[in-house]
């Protein structure tokens, strides 16, 4: 499967909470293989320099109306 994003893309992410959601951007550094369910993951780093492992399913472009780094 093609990745949908590339390295250097930046990407939004959306945090669920008792109280709302937040939303974060994040650069991706890395396109990681497909998990076993055959789907895309990506190593990406936040403002806070911390990198996390997600799946794309839980990605958004800026292009889909986010806001920018």
Do not use: C, W
Request: proline share 3%; no cysteine; net charge positive.
């Amino acid at each position: 499967m093609p990745s949908k994003y590339q390295q250097g893309d930046v990407i939004s992410l959306t945090f669920g909470f008792l109280n709302g959601a937040a939303v974060e951007n994040f650069q991706i550094i890395r396109v990681l293989p497909a998990n076993e369910k055959g789907q895309r993951q990506y190593r990406v780093r936040g403002a806070d320099g911390i990198e996390r492992k997600i799946e794309a399913h839980k990605t958004r472009s800026r292009a889909e109306g986010l806001s920018e780094i």
